[in-house]
C-alpha cells in the first residue's frame, strides 16, 4: 500500500522564481494538505483541498496557490520567491468525512532559496 | 502566545527510562490531539490520534489529554536509542482530515545509550 509520496525530493531556485511540487496522496485518501516546515520549527499549515477545490487555508499569502486532480494528487505552486520560502514542504492525505482517520504525512520536498 | 507551547528540548535520558512529552495550547476548540515522530530528513510519522479528554495506550506509548487544563502528554516507556528523534504535537478542532492541524514546535529527544 503507497503511502504518500512527494516529488520532487530537492529543489535550488533563486528569488523571484516560481515553482511546482506535487503531491500523490495514499491510496484510497481524497483530501490533501499542504504544510510548510522552516528549520527547527513545527508544520505550518498552507491550505486543503477536497474535490478539486481549496477548502481551508492557513495564514499564506496568495503567492501559495494550489490544485488537486480529479485522481486527488495535487500541487503546490508558489510565485515570486523570496528568501523566507526556504523551507521543507510537506504534503499529507486524508479520508474526508471520517473522523476516526487522521492526516498522514509524506517525507517532503527540501525547498532553498538562493 | 501561540497557540500550542512545547518545549524544544533537546532532552537527553538513557536508555530504559520513561520519557515523559508536553505540550500545552490555548484554544478551547481543539478536540483531535495527535504526537508525530519525526526523523532527520523525513516527514512526521503519526503515533497516537486521540479524540477529547482521557488515555490512550498502544505498546510502550501512552497519549494523554486533559482538556479542562488545555495540556496534553506522550509517555514513552523502556526508550530504546531508535526512539531518538523530534516528537511534534498536533491539534484539531474537526476529526479526520477535514481540518488543518496546528503543531507545536516540536521536541528534540535524545536516548542515550
Known amino acids: 500500500d503507497a503511502g504518500v509520496t512527494q516529488s520532487p525530493t530537492h529543489l535550488i531556485k533563486t528569488r523571484g522564481q516560481q515553482v511546482t511540487l506535487r503531491c500523490s496522496p495514499k491510496s484510497g485518501h481524497d483530501t490533501v494538505s499542504w504544510y510548510q516546515q522552516a528549520l527547527g520549527q513545527g508544520p505550518q499549515f498552507i491550505f486543503q483541498y477536497y474535490e478539486e477545490e481549496e477548502r481551508q487555508r492557513g495564514n499564506f499569502p496568495d503567492r501559495f496557490s494550489g490544485h488537486q486532480f480529479p485522481n486527488y494528487s495535487s500541487e503546490l505552486n508558489v510565485n515570486a520567491l523570496l528568501l523566507g520560502d526556504s523551507a521543507l514542504y510537506l504534503c499529507?492525505?486524508?479520508?474526508?468525512?471520517?473522523?476516526?482517520?487522521?492526516?498522514?504525512f509524506g517525507d517532503g520536498t527540501r525547498l532553498s532559496i538562493l | 502566545q501561540k497557540e500550542v507551547e512545547q518545549d524544544p528540548g533537546p532532552l537527553s535520558v538513557p536508555e530504559g527510562a520513561i520519557v515523559s512529552l508536553n505540550c500545552t495550547y490555548s484554544n478551547s476548540a481543539f478536540q483531535y490531539f495527535m504526537w508525530y515522530r519525526q526523523y532527520s530528513r523525513k516527514g512526521p510519522e503519526l503515533l497516537m490520534y486521540t479524540y477529547s479528554s482521557g488515555n490512550k495506550e498502544d505498546g510502550r506509548f501512552t497519549a494523554q489529554v486533559d482538556k479542562s487544563s488545555k495540556y496534553i502528554s506522550l509517555f514513552i516507556r523502556d526508550s530504546q536509542p531508535s526512539d531518538s528523534a523530534t516528537y511534534l504535537c498536533?491539534?484539531?478542532?474537526?476529526?479526520?482530515?477535514?481540518?488543518?492541524?496546528?503543531f507545536g514546535k516540536g521536541t528534540h529527544l535524545i536516548i542515550q545509550p
Open positions: 498536533a491539534m484539531s478542532a474537526v476529526g479526520g482530515g477535514a481540518d488543518g492541524l496546528t
Open positions: 499529507a492525505s486524508s479520508l474526508a468525512d471520517s473522523s476516526n482517520q487522521p492526516q498522514h
